[in-house]
């Protein structure tokens, strides 16, 4: 069975400023995703970024950016130039491929980060 | 907005009693998953459905019960309530290629008093 750990319960960062969330994981997969999700007040978790386990070149989605290390089972998230509308909880999660559908998530328990003006 | 619908958005139930949520499903997609959210945890995976069939479960007990319709919307069904039931279910739904995102909706917080 597969385990996320996010030992940070919350952060706090400065607009503007840089943050990064940490994410370790536990698999006996070789492949695999791992995803960052971003929850707001409002409830919807949005997917923010996906990496594969298979690539090596880290993924990158605008202010968003992920170190992965694969042999440590690592996974941080960075957020650059942090905006209020960033304020949220954000959940690391794994997920293992299935054919003929998508698997389930395996989360988390998350991160709450609150941006300050 | 994802496409994907959750009714109602809330509710309060008594311990003992039965509970349905629904999700509608984004266009083109074929598979559901449902989460139970407990307060300031991370979603936990309750089951999936594809096509119309339960392709995964996670570690909830029977009471625990869902169905998918021929239009791809699904209905989670909940029996017995219990106090520990109270959370945010969550519903996500996503297509049947291993790049497909999966797309969630708002969630159904359900209250068992």
């Known amino acids: 069975a597969q385990t996320v750990t996010q030992s940070q319960p919350e952060m706090s960062v400065q607009e503007a400023e840089t943050v990064t969330l940490s994410c370790t994981y536990d698999?006996?997969?070789?492949?695999?995703?791992l995803f960052w999700y971003k929850q707001p007040p409002s409830r919807q978790m949005i997917l923010v970024i996906r990496?594969?386990?298979?690539?090596?070149q880290n993924a990158t989605e605008n202010r968003f950016s992920v170190n992965f290390q694969k042999a440590a089972k690592s996974f941080s998230l960075k957020i650059s130039d942090s905006q209020l509308g960033d304020t949220a909880m954000y959940f690391c999660?794994?997920?293992?491929?299935?054919?003929?559908?998508?698997?389930?998530?395996?989360f988390g328990k998350g991160i709450t980060l609150s941006v300050r003006p | 907005e994802t496409g994907v619908t959750q009714s109602p958005t809330h509710l309060i139930k008594t311990r003992g009693q039965q509970v349905t949520l629904r999700c509608s499903s984004q266009?083109?997609?074929?598979?559901v998953s449902w989460y139970q959210q407990a307060l300031g945890q991370g979603p936990q995976f309750i089951f999936q459905?594809?096509?119309?069939?339960?392709?995964g479960r996670g570690n909830f007990p029977p009471r625990f019960s869902g169905l998918q319709f021929p239009n791809y919307s699904s209905e989670l069904n909940v029996n017995a309530l219990e106090l520990d039931d109270s959370a945010l279910y969550l519903c996500?739904?996503?297509?049947?290629?291993?790049?497909?995102?999966?797309?969630f909706g708002q969630g159904t917080r359900l209250t068992v008093v």
């Open positions: 996500a739904s996503s297509g049947d290629s291993l790049n497909t995102e999966a797309f």
């Open positions: 999660a794994f997920m293992k491929p299935n054919t003929g559908a998508n698997s389930k998530l395996t």
């Open positions: 459905y594809y096509r119309e069939e339960e392709n």
């Open positions: 266009s083109g997609h074929n598979t």
């Open positions: 990496q594969e386990a298979y690539k090596q």
């Open positions: 698999t006996s997969e070789n492949n695999y995703y």
